[in-house]
């Protein structure tokens, strides 16, 4: 068997979650005939005639329809062809889908699928990172799978979920990322997991941040031997604390680590949630580090460095493992 | 399919007529009720009427069928609400902050319904409604259950200037979805006049532009909203589409009970479009003999009691309990964070 691709993983949860329920639809831009800007829904119209449609470019509405029609009990997969252009449907997923079950007590179980992150060339308006926007707000769950397996796994429970579920896929991996098959572990959405084992500090990221984190970490083990442990969130909302707080009461050492902005967001999360319930586990002060807080830039000479790097990372580690 | 617009002089008429016109009452005699208990004090929060408005709104919810149709209403759809067959009982809990009520203390006055049974609660985002009730009518043609189902939603005249206006019509268009798209032009958005808010010299031309049929009604004329509302879901359901009835008449009330509307322009309130849809009800009822004087009064103290039935209900019920409330966002406990 050839290798997967984290973009095979999702098209292949697609095609599972729509072989295996009927209720399940796929809705989006130039989804059907053309298989979408990424191809995660190649040939599903084929295979599933009526079941994925075509939308205008109308954001705000795409939501709208996704929601009211997990209201009357379908299990819409909502394609946002970038990210980015989820802002135009932000009202909608907000104030209607993330309201609605506390509100009424009838739940909207719809997946927003969100091409997410940097790569080079894409510039300011294909490139951003949405989950910790969205992670504010009560009501959505938001995902942000890092491997084959997980973008497997997790987009089929997604799609199983009864709750909004905010599914951030990382477009940088969809190509890159191999795996000899969709077998993992299947954890469950809101377990994060030990990606790599460590002792002397704890970087804690998700998604394709989790990939530089691992680099830094085997830059470090070659270079003085230092063992850092690598934690995944894999889901930012809900957010798995027990196994961030037991890390770093193992490391005593934290760098929140991710791609997003600055401002507030996962990493900010994650430093307060540490220092609030582990401050006594802590042998240094916590470290972020973000993306840059200026829009992302377009070209790859500015884009790689608007980013954590392997390189940026190993260097935060230095200063956190020296203090 | 012809339409099938029944002559309002047959029995079925009759019994239509009457229905819309006590949905109006009923609606009439609960808003003054509300506006009486804001004024005492004892609601919390806003209270936004719809009078002026009972006519297009009844008129429309009355063609629509609970446990098939959608039917999202928004703020000033008190009387389609009673039409549709929304419980007294439902609006004067969610006022009073019953706990008992479809939204249990959690939202309020106009944000209400039971999405279970067809009616959306709606949020306070202007149009946002519109893709939602197309989203339903798109998931009941995937399940094969679309035929002859209608889905209807009421907006005002500064709705028609939002995004979600646009992005929802022209959507359903696509779809060919069974919509029908109500602009109650009432002339203000909260204060603000129409011309500050739309160029266009009428708002029903605006579905030419979108690709739907169009149809315009005096929104004071009870008789002319039934016909109208009646060809408009009668061709939805028929599969013509979605169908854009623009009706025109005054807010005959502030924005809400904050609000004592002022601003409303004096020749406004004088012209045709000042008139009171009931007050006109009453005399096409009596004239049209849908309906004798006495009858009407009989409706009249009826409402009465059984609004002050659903006050007293309500007013006797407790409120939510902080300690009770479960605090869950989430259906599923597991996504639900504690702090």
């Known amino acids: ?323 | 399919m012809d339409d099938n617009t029944k002559d309002l002089d047959q029995t079925s008429g009759r019994e239509h007529v009457r229905r819309v016109f006590n949905a109006m009452l009923t609606a009439r005699v609960l808003e003054n009720k509300l506006g009486s208990l804001y004024k005492a004090g004892k609601i919390v929060g806003g209270v936004y009427l719809g009078k002026g408005q009972e006519a297009v709104s009844a008129s429309m919810a009355s063609c629509l069928e609970k446990g098939k149709d959608v039917y999202a209403p928004l703020i000033r759809d008190q009387a389609g609400r009673t039409a549709f067959g929304e419980e007294l009982i439902d609006c004067t809990r969610t006022y009073l902050g019953s706990v008992n009520g479809p939204m249990r203390g959690r939202d309020g006055n106009i944000h209400r319904g039971r999405p279970a049974e067809g009616m959306l609660a709606m949020i306070s985002h202007l149009g946002a409604a519109i893709p939602v009730v197309a989203g339903m009518l798109l998931a009941k043609r995937l399940k094969g259950e679309l035929n002859g189902v209608v889905g209807a939603t009421c907006v005002g005249d500064g709705c028609t200037s939002t995004g979600a206006f646009h992005e929802g019509l022209n959507t359903a268009a696509v779809e060919k979805l069974p919509l029908v798209l109500t602009v109650a032009n009432n002339q203000y958005a909260y204060s603000t006049p129409n011309d500050r808010q739309f160029a266009c010299e009428n708002l029903v031309d605006k579905a030419i532009g979108y690709g739907v049929r169009g149809h315009s009604v005096d929104g004071t004329d009870m008789l002319a909203c039934i016909e109208v509302m009646h060809e408009a879901v009668s061709r939805a359901r028929a599969g013509d589409g979605p169908q854009l009835v623009v009706a025109s008449m005054l807010r005959l009330t502030g924005h809400g009970e904050h609000d004592d509307g002022s601003y409303v322009d004096a020749a406004l309130r004088s012209s045709g479009l000042g008139r009171d849809s009931i007050e006109i009800g009453i005399k096409q009822l009596v004239e049209g003999g849908f309906a004798s004087i006495e009858e009407v009064e009989q409706w009249q103290d009826d409402a009465a009691n059984r609004v002050q039935e659903a006050v007293a209900i309500a007013q006797k019920e407790d409120g939510p309990d902080p300690y009770k409330d479960d605090w869950m966002a989430y259906s599923n406990a597991e996504m639900q964070m504690q702090k």
């Open chain 1, 1 to 323: 068997m050839s290798d997967v691709t984290y973009i095979d993983a999702i098209h292949a949860a697609l095609d599972e979650s729509m072989d295996q329920d009927s209720s399940v639809f796929l809705y989006g831009q130039d989804i059907g005939k053309f298989g979408g800007a990424f191809k995660a829904t190649k040939g599903l119209l084929e295979k599933y005639p009526g079941r994925v449609l075509d939308a205008p470019i109308s954001e705000d509405a795409m939501a709208g329809v996704a929601i009211g029609a997990a209201i009357e009990g379908a299990r819409p997969v909502l394609e946002m062809q970038f990210a980015d252009f989820s802002s135009v449907a932000f009202n909608q997923i907000i104030n209607q889908a993330a309201t609605h079950y506390y509100r009424t007590g009838v739940p909207v179980p719809l997946t927003m699928r969100l091409p997410s992150g940097g790569t080079p060339g894409s510039g300011p308006f294909h490139s951003q990172s949405m989950e910790s926007i969205y992670a504010h707000y009560p009501g959505l769950v938001v995902v942000t799978p890092a491997t084959v397996a997980d973008a497997y796994s997790m987009l089929l429970d997604s799609i199983k979920l009864d709750d909004p579920v905010i599914y951030c896929e990382h477009k940088f991996l969809y190509r890159w990322l191999k795996s000899k098959d969709l077998a993992g572990d299947h954890l469950p959405i809101g377990q994060a997991r030990i990606t790599r084992p460590g002792k002397h500090a704890t970087v804690v990221t998700y998604s394709a941040m989790v990939h530089e984190a691992v680099r830094a970490a085997e830059m470090l083990q070659k270079d003085g031997g230092w063992e850092i442990e690598v934690v995944d969130l894999r889901s930012v909302k809900p957010l798995d604390t027990d196994t961030i707080i037991a890390s770093v009461a193992r490391t005593g050492r934290l760098l929140a680590l991710g791609e997003a902005f600055p401002w507030g967001g996962v990493t900010a999360e994650v430093v307060s949630r540490v220092c609030a319930d582990g401050f006594h586990l802590l042998d240094a002060p916590p470290v972020r580090l973000n993306a840059k807080d200026t829009p992302i830039p377009y070209h790859p000479k500015l884009w790689s460095s608007h980013r954590p790097t392997p390189e940026s990372i190993a260097e935060e580690l230095r200063k956190l493992l020296a203090y």
